[in-house]
């Protein structure tokens, strides 16, 4: 069978600090007007999430059009191969080593950080995540928090951690849409409330917040 142009059904997820901002872009959210989507996961290939997160179980997307109806992405890169991945390298379990969502934040997100390549390497059951950020739409004062400011050590981010003042040693960032931001794994970071992006990472859950 010729591989065809695939529609895959999003994974919508409800979070605290989610909104309704992808329904300007034409989506029809689950869950009526009280239901906060945080996240809606475009093309996900996971065999396992983080239980704070993705919940704990597998996250495969679903195709939605056509012959391959109902089968996962991840059994079409199994049955077409090369076709559909090209030249790219898969993840070590043979999944799609991407992860794409966009993410809406109505409230600031919490402080958060994937493992860097030092912890990566001192504890093989964790992976590296990075991440790179399109803004798709901003609300105005919107802004991001990227890296630490200058002279934080690790005793006094300890510190501001246990009194709530973490805030205060973030690097902020002001956005509006059409900007691209690249997020290293090991880098602090959170989006600030009145943010709407679109995000392509590591097809890894490993989160630390």
């Known amino acids: 069978m010729p591989l065809y142009p695939l529609l895959l059904a999003p994974i919508y997820k409800e979070k605290v600090w989610g909104g309704r901002g992808l329904e300007e872009f034409g989506r029809f959210l689950p869950g009526g007007s009280e239901a906060m989507i945080g996240e809606s996961w ?19 997307s679903v195709i939605r059009n056509g012959p391959l109806s109902k089968r ?11 076709v559909v991945t090209g030249t790219m390298k898969l993840s070590p379990d043979g999944s799609f080593p991407l992860l794409l969502k966009y993410l809406d934040a109505r409230e600031n997100l919490s402080v958060q950080v994937h493992p860097s390549e030092a912890y990566a390497a001192e504890h093989p059951d964790v992976h590296l995540k990075s991440e790179a950020w399109y803004v798709v739409a901003t609300e105005p004062g919107a802004k ?27 690097r902020s960032e002001p ?22 992006v ?3 990472q590591t097809a890894s859950d490993t989160t630390f917040r």
């Open 42 to 60: 475009e093309l996900a290939d996971l065999s396992v999430t983080n239980p704070a997160g993705g919940g704990g179980e597998a996250a495969r």
């Open 72 to 82: 996962t992405f991840g059994d079409v890169i199994r049955d077409f191969g090369p």
């Open 144 to 170: 991001i928090y990227r890296g630490l400011v200058a002279g934080v050590d690790r005793e006094r981010f300890q510190v501001a951690a246990r009194d709530g003042s973490v805030e205060a040693l973030l």
């Open 175 to 196: 956005v509006e849409p059409g900007q691209c931001i690249y997020l290293p794994s090991g880098t602090v970071h959170a989006l600030g409330g009145g943010v709407l």
């Open 198 to 200: 679109a995000e392509v």
